[in-house]
């Protein structure tokens, strides 16, 4: 089953403006689905039982690598200024 998740980003203009084209162009305005780093698990370091980073030879830690397919949800992003930044709300649906 999919399931639904909430977020809510915060942009500079410039950040808005990749968003905005993302949606347009990339999405379809919200119609095709798209791919994104599942930030629940991407970029972490992978840990030993323990709880000790795994590190490749030069000592560099080990990070985790996922991504969701997603479709936007039912309603559309919707945006709030704060002074000089944008924050951004909508849904997605994560597949399975």
């Known amino acids: 089953m999919p399931r639904s998740v909430a977020l809510s980003l915060v942009l500079s203009r410039s950040q808005k403006a990749v ?9 379809r305005h919200g119609a095709r ?4 780093p ?3 698990t991407d ?5 030993t039982p323990e709880g ?7 000592g560099a830690p080990l990070l985790l690598s996922a991504q969701w397919l ?8 919707s ?4 002074g000089a930044s944008f924050t951004l709300s909508f849904d997605i649906w994560v597949m399975p």
Not at 43 to 47: A, D, T, V
């Open 19 to 27: 968003f905005d084209r993302f949606w347009r162009e990339t999405t």
């Open 33 to 36: 689905p798209f791919f994104m």
């Open 38 to 40: 599942d930030p629940t």
């Open 43 to 47: 970029g972490w370091p992978l840990l």
């Open 52 to 58: 000790h980073y795994l590190r490749t030879p030069g």
């Open 70 to 77: 997603c479709l936007f949800g039912d309603s559309l992003p």
């Open 79 to 82: 945006e709030t200024l704060r």
